[in-house]
C-alpha cells in the first residue's frame, strides 16, 4: 500500500510556541491533502483540507490563523499550530489523496501533540 | 454527506466471527461504504470497501444489501489483535470528496 510518514510522531512544547507538522507522501503524488484531529476517546475530525498550490479550506470552528496549512508540493504538506496552548493537545493525523486515483485517500501515523 | 449509526462498542472472544453493522439510511447512489480500523495512537487503517452485495478480501467481507442502507462488516475467526475501533464510512467518489468520520465500533476481544 501507499506509504505516508508523519514527522514528528510525538511532541512536547511549552504554551505559547508554535509546532509544525510534516507530512509526506514517499509514493504518490497528492494533490489534496486533509488534516484530522482526534481528541481521546474520540473520532477523528476534520480540520482542513488543501489542494496543492492553493489556500486550505478549513471547517467550521477550526481558526486558520492558529492552525497554518503548507501544501506547496505534491509530496509535502506542513501543519502549523501556532501559540499552541494545552487544549490543542491532540493528536494530528494528516490524509493525502492519491492523484492518479481519485477514490483513494490514505491516512499518515499521527503525530501526537503534548502542551505544557 | 451521510450520515453512519453503528453501535459504540462490542466484545468478543478470540476465534469467534465478529459482526459488526452499520447504518446509512441517507446513502446516495453514488456513494461507496468503506470501512477502516483504527488502533491507539496509530492512524486508521483501510480494511474493505464495497457498493453493493458482498465483498470479500484477505482481512474481512461486506454485506451490503440490495437497498444498501445499511452494511455489515464481518471478521471471521478474531484475534486479540483485533481490538481497536471500526469506522464505517460513506462517501462519493469524486476528487472533492472527503471523509468524514462517524463515532465509530470500539471492538474489545477477549482469551
Known amino acids: 500500500g501507499a506509504v505516508v510518514s508523519q514527522h514528528p510522531s ?21 494533490t489534496t491533502m486533509f488534516w484530522y484531529r482526534q481528541f481521546p476517546k474520540q473520532s477523528l475530525m476534520l480540520m482542513a483540507t488543501s489542494n496543492e498550490g492553493s489556500k486550505a479550506t478549513y471547517e467550521q470552528g477550526v481558526e486558520k490563523d492558529k492552525f497554518l496549512i503548507n501544501h506547496a508540493s505534491l509530496t509535502l504538506s506542513t501543519l502549523t499550530v501556532t501559540s499552541a496552548h494545552p487544549e490543542d493537545s491532540s493528536f494530528y493525523i494528516c490524509s493525502p489523496k492519491d492523484r492518479g486515483l481519485t477514490d483513494t485517500q490514505y491516512f499518515g501515523p499521527g503525530t501526537r501533540l503534548t502542551v505544557l | ?5 453503528q453501535p459504540i462498542s462490542m466484545d468478543s472472544y478470540e476465534g469467534q466471527e465478529v459482526n ?51 452494511s ?6 478474531v484475534s486479540l489483535s ?3 475501533v471500526y469506522y464505517c464510512l460513506v462517501r462519493g467518489v469524486s476528487s472533492a470528496s ?6 465509530g465500533t470500539r471492538l474489545s476481544i477477549r482469551p
Do not use: M
Not at chain 2, 1 to 5: F, G, N
Open chain 2, 20 to 70: 459488526i453493522t452499520c447504518s446509512h439510511n441517507n446513502i446516495a447512489t453514488n456513494d461507496y461504504i468503506t470501512w477502516y480500523q483504527q488502533f491507539p495512537s496509530q492512524g486508521p487503517r483501510f480494511i474493505i470497501q464495497g457498493y453493493k452485495t458482498k465483498v470479500t478480501n484477505e482481512v474481512a467481507s461486506l454485506f451490503i444489501p440490495a437497498d444498501r442502507k445499511s
Open chain 2, 82 to 84: 483485533d481490538t481497536a
Open chain 1, 10 to 30: 510525538r511532541v512536547i512544547c511549552k504554551s505559547g510556541t508554535s509546532v509544525k507538522i510534516e507530512c509526506r507522501s514517499l509514493d504518490f503524488q497528492a
Open chain 2, 72 to 77: 455489515t462488516l464481518s471478521l471471521p475467526r
Open chain 2, 1 to 5: 454527506l451521510a450520515k453512519t449509526t
Open chain 2, 98 to 103: 472527503k471523509i468524514i468520520f462517524g463515532s
